[in-house]
């Protein structure tokens, strides 16, 4: 804290009442680079799951992955490593699942998914709640922000790498499948790859998001931004960056304001979201009440 504070930067933001505990306490620094780390990874795949219309999939995958959590927690305690594996296993499963009942009977993907991560989340409180007390079933429902340590601060860093890496590499067949996903898979190999990959890489930032801010809240720093995003902007690349911002200003906001008022950090850090998703909604360029949608809209690359 004494090379912290010999910078004048530093000097300055610990003199400072509203931003001084992001870099007075540890565990307030480690929540930030939390939000920083969930931000930078998710935001970007939160549009993609909007301009494919799969937002509400975001949040079933969110739910589907308490039960490989609790199995894990079941094993090995609040271990990272076996919550971690358990949680995709049990996203990439119900993933697999669905859309393997949709294409092989009469069933809609929906309404498979929905069978589907119902069953998980119910089959997950009851393993939390029968081998856990209340303080585990609180901890994997709303995360524990402030209670980051090295490890998982290591994971989440590592899932936003492999996602911004991932993002790179598809980002033309991804796009492509948003338009048009029956002219990709004409035209290209990449559609089963790019359909799968993105599913991947929204079961691992799920995963990121339930060890951050818990299971109940891990799919709105995805979906909110992006949605917040699109009243601002209609081009993908200012949608991206639009989003990825607002989910950075939004998730510090919400830690600091938590840390001050001293309420629940998760829950402070998703209203924050949806307070700028209805600022957005009345107020944006794109809202509604400065804009009336045309008869037919098409996304701008």
């Known amino acids: 804290m004494t090379e912290l504070a010999s ?20 565990f307030m620094r480690s929540a930030m680079f939390g939000c920083i780390a969930l931000s930078l990874s998710a935001a970007p795949v939160g549009v993609f799951l909007m301009l494919r219309r799969m937002s509400l999939m975001g949040d079933a995958m969110a739910h589907a992955i308490l039960p490989g959590a609790a199995i894990g927690y079941l094993i090995a305690g609040l ?46 409180v009851l393993i939390v709640s029968v081998r856990g007390n209340s303080v585990d079933l609180l901890h994997v429902l709303f995360g524990t922000v402030l209670a980051l340590d090295g490890a998982a601060l290591t994971l989440l860093g590592g899932i936003t790498a492999v996602t911004l890496a991932s993002l790179t590499l598809l980002y033309r067949p991804l796009v492509l ?26 079961v691992i930032n799920l995963v990121a998001g339930f060890h951050a801010l818990g ?11 992006a949605a917040t995003a699109r009243f601002w902007t209609q081009r993908l690349g200012p949608l991206l960056l639009t989003a990825t911002a607002l989910a950075l200003l939004a998730s510090l906001s919400g830690l600091l304001i938590s ?8 829950p402070v850090i998703v209203l924050c979201l949806g307070a700028a998703y209805l600022l957005s909604l009345f107020f944006g360029p794109l809202g509604a009440l400065r804009h009336r949608r045309p008869a037919s809209s098409h996304l701008q690359a």
């Open 79 to 124: 271990s990272l490593t076996a919550m971690t594996l358990g949680g995709i296993f049990a996203g990439l499963t119900v993933a697999v699942g669905s859309g393997l009942v949709s294409r092989n009977t009469v069933m809609k993907e929906d309404t498979s998914l929905a069978a589907f991560y119902l069953l998980s989340l119910a089959l997950g």
């Open 177 to 202: 499948e948003c338009l048009d996903p029956g002219f990709l898979r004409s035209v290209s190999r990449w559609s089963p790859v790019a359909h799968y990959g993105f599913l991947m890489l929204l």
């Open 215 to 225: 299971t109940l809240m891990a799919v709105g720093i995805m979906v909110l931004p």
């Open 7 to 26: 910078s004048p930067w530093m000097a300055w933001l610990l003199a400072n009442p509203l931003l001084g505990p992001l870099v007075e306490f540890q």
């Open 259 to 266: 840390y001050h008022a001293d309420w629940p950090t998760s």
